[in-house]
């Protein structure tokens, strides 16, 4: 057998993994669970490794983040696959157990298992060495049962028949980590998970499982019906060429983003634009070194009092008026424009030095 190139991403907005898996020997790839805002860095790594992205695989329809599936499509000319009882518009290919989905001489092999949600998918590595769960198991824990259909006894009997009757020393890759553990295996699992472990009974699961009281994922609203399309934007919107002046990220909402890091790194490179209101500037929050103030209201009739020349970085309180003026001054004409991503609060929080201000 052909030997497997196998990568662990991470993106820590939505604590999601995404896993790209390869054929070493005819450079196909598939990757699985791919995030919309992370599609630049995906893309990045395929290519650097020298391969040929065939597939991109959802687990489920998420609710908390937007898959990059459509994006990729754009970028690589992969292929989107989903679960055919998703229910999901714009897939290349809906899946159904047993059926394999192949990359090179490897394949996965599709397993359902419902529960965290109705058409929860498992992905199984050819020589069951490796297992991609999803939610329906988590490394300790398990998919919440709450929302898109889910059922307590639905999930228990999933992971009960298609999870753990996998070879213990099977290694299990879930679809998100809050902790910070990264894998587990089917043994681990069925010893020491505290919801699902051999010797906890149905009852007790499902007991357990109506008393999580968790909060709704904060992306749920936009997320699933994007993930309904695969990803795919209503506008259709693809970042403009001409944009590696910064690593940007560009945001389903269409907004072209940069993390608080760069700036501070990179100062003379871009001009600060503080969107603020004046109170605000002076204000408790205080402002970046080096940033001027245009209040949003004033900007479209100021934009000729900004450089054409420079890049041109937004900033407000938390990063949301800033990124109604990257629209704005792409309107004006300005090409290379970007919302400092989570806005002065964020540039405190990760401990940044600010003018003016209180601590
Ligand atoms: N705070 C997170 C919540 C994420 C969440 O609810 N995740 C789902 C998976 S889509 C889950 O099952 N979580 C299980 C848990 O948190 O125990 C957000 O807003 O995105
Ligand atoms: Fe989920």
Redesign the pocket.
């Given at each position: 057998m052909s030997m497997l190139i196998f990568r662990q991403l991470f993106d820590p907005q939505?604590?999601t993994y995404t896993y790209l898996l390869a054929d070493a020997g005819s450079r196909e790839a598939l990757l699985i669970d791919p995030v919309f805002e992370q599609a630049r860095r995906d893309a990045a790594l395929v290519e650097e490794l020298g391969l040929k992205l065939r597939w991109t695989l959802e687990t489920h329809v998420?609710?908390?983040?937007v898959t990059g599936a459509w994006l990729l499509r754009e970028r690589l000319g992969s292929r989107i696959a989903i679960g055919k009882a998703s229910g999901a518009n714009g897939a290349d290919r809906t899946l159904e157990p047993g059926e394999r989905v192949a990359f090179g001489q490897r394949h996965l092999t599709v397993r359902a298992t419902p529960g965290?949600t109705s058409s929860c998918l498992t992905y199984v590595l050819d020589d069951l060495a490796l297992a991609f769960t999803g939610?329906a198991v988590?490394i300790r824990?398990?998919?919440?049962t709450d929302f898109q259909q889910g059922s307590a006894r639905t999930l228990f009997r999933s992971v009960r028949e298609q999870v753990f009757s996998l070879p213990e020393g099977c290694l299990i890759y879930p679809?998100?980590d809050?902790r910070g553990l990264t894998c587990s295996s089917v043994g681990e699992e069925q010893r020491f998970n505290p919801r699902l472990a051999l010797t906890v009974g149905e009852g007790d699961f499902v007991g357990y499982m109506e008393h999580?009281g968790?909060?709704?994922?904060?992306?749920?609203d936009a997320a699933v019906p994007a993930n309904l399309q695969c990803g795919r934007p209503q506008n259709d919107a693809a970042p403009a060429d001409g944009q590696d002046w910064a690593p940007l990220t560009y945001t389903f909402a269409g907004i072209l983003e940069l993390q608080p890091n760069w700036l501070e790194e990179n100062p003379r490179d871009a001009q600060i634009i503080d969107v603020r209101e004046a109170d605000e500037f002076d204000g408790p929050l205080g402002h970046i070194a080096g940033a001027r103030l245009v209040p949003l209201g004033e900007l479209a009739a100021r934009s000729g009092e900004l450089g054409r020349d420079v890049p041109v970085v937004t900033v407000c309180r938390s990063g949301a008026r800033s990124a109604q003026a990257t629209v704005l001054l792409r309107k004006a004409g300005f090409s290379r424009v970007a919302n400092l991503a989570g806005g002065m609060q964020r540039w405190r929080a990760q401990g940044y030095p600010v003018e003016g201000g209180t601590d």
């Open positions: 939505s604590s998420h609710a908390d983040h965290h939610d988590l824990g398990c998919g919440r679809a998100h809050y999580l968790l909060a709704h994922p904060k992306q749920m």
